[in-house]
């Protein structure tokens, strides 16, 4: 006699959807994506070229041999307005992340990014290359077209002259390391209004109340300060009682990795 043992009903594993792999490249691409589809991204970005171009082409336009500027230096003539192209710059870097916070999407952003630091990190790279490559076009052109209008006058110059090159790019570079240290205030803060408040009360204002102190050691502090450090980039000749091109570049560096150091503590600390 022999007995039939029922066959086991064997079930094969449902399979499961393989969700795609978190890296760099695709934490940078959102946030490249992020930067450009917002519309305040053109209208800061705008804001600060049209500032630079205006204000270069006025003085392009007004400038006389006899007004008694011909011994400001010529990169720093057709560049005034970077002053004001910086602080909308500036407020965009603030925009990149305290915006985040504004609108709740930061909570979605650091659900997708566990590890947080990599958001901070792409933020911040993704922002310097933008403001970057938009700063060094803006200046090249602004000085461009002022010289056609200077062109007969005494603060006549070419892109092949001592300094110039690389006082257009330091521009630039001074411009962009500004923004980022907007960008960690923004961060660090997580307040739209308290980072420009921060940004403009302690980056712009501070050294400025600083260096009117009667001391020595103060005034050559201050040399070092952000908006100090930058404005001796971007001459195309030594700026009395500034900083070397050098120094500047490397006080500024600094003070940028300082504003971020800050908000990638807090971003360990914090829940959100």
């Not at 003539?77 to 192209?85: A, F, M, R």
């Not at 609108?103 to 403001?131: D, E, F, N, S």
């Not at 006549?156 to 521009?171: E, F, H, K, Q, R």
């Amino acid at each position: 006699m022999t007995t039939s043992t029922p066959t086991a009903l064997t079930t094969e594993p449902a399979a499961t959807a393989t969700a795609p792999r978190l890296t760099h490249a695709r934490v940078l691409r959102s946030e490249w994506h992020k930067l450009r589809t917002v519309r305040s991204t053109w209208t800061t970005a705008l804001t600060a070229t049209a500032l630079v171009l205006g204000v270069g082409l006025l003085m392009g336009t007004t400038y006389t041999s006899d007004g008694g500027d011909s011994d400001v230096d010529t990169v720093v003539l057709t560049l005034y307005g970077s002053q004001l192209g910086a602080l909308a710059l500036a407020v965009l870097g603030i925009l990149v992340t305290a915006g985040e916070y504004a609108t709740g999407m930061i909570r979605a952003t650091l659900t997708a990014v566990p590890r947080r630091l990599p958001v901070l990190g792409a933020k911040a790279a993704v922002y310097t290359g933008a403001v970057l490559a938009l700063t060094s076009a803006t200046n090249l052109l602004t000085f461009l077209i002022a010289q056609v209008f200077l062109s007969d006058t005494d603060q006549a110059a070419s892109l092949t002259d001592d300094g110039v090159l690389a006082a257009l790019a330091g521009n630039a570079a001074g411009t962009t390391l500004l923004g980022v240290v907007a960008l960690g205030l923004g961060a660090a803060l997580r307040s739209v209004p308290g980072a420009i408040g921060a940004f403009v009360g302690g980056v712009m204002i501070l050294p400025e109340v600083l260096g009117m102190l009667p001391y020595e050691a103060m005034e050559t502090a201050v040399r070092y300060f952000p908006t100090q450090a930058a404005g001796a980039l971007g001459s195309a000749t030594p700026l009395p009682g500034a900083a070397t091109p050098g120094a500047a570049l490397l006080a500024l560096l600094l003070w940028a990795a300082a504003a971020l150091a800050l908000p990638a503590l807090l971003l360990k600390r914090r829940d959100v």
